[in-house]
């Protein structure tokens, strides 16, 4: 659970920032270059760079080079790592309103009786 709870850690402070979720959206579409990647960006190869050590490190990215140009691909198995544990609370919270929603209805049926 340790090791979980660090890799979500890690997923989540990398899908925290902006620029990061747009590199993603980027990638999704197919692999780039780094050149590629900072294109849409107003920011500089280093700083583009960091961002893409933090996807790295989430596991989120992967990275091949050919010379020295560096392509970037999406490695989206651990957004499912992500997701598995959003949809463990959407279940967690769905169950909860509906429980919340039935008690309402039934004070609601039973204030209209006294009525």
Do not use: C
């Amino acid at each position: 659970m340790v090791n979980n709870s660090i890799l979500l850690n890690l997923i989540f402070g990398a899908l925290a920032d902006p620029t990061r979720r747009e590199i993603l959206a980027q990638l999704a579409k197919g692999s780039a270059t780094v050149g590629e990647l900072a294109e849409p960006h107003d920011m500089s190869l280093p700083a583009v760079s960091k961002h893409l050590k933090v996807l790295e490190a989430a596991g989120l990215i992967s990275r091949t080079r050919d010379g020295r140009i560096h392509h970037i691909g999406l490695e989206a198995k651990n957004l499912r790592e992500a997701t598995e544990w959003m949809e463990y609370y959407r279940i967690f919270w769905d169950d909860k309103l509906s429980a919340l929603k039935k008690y309402l209805e039934n004070e609601n049926k039973t204030d209209g009786e006294t009525s």
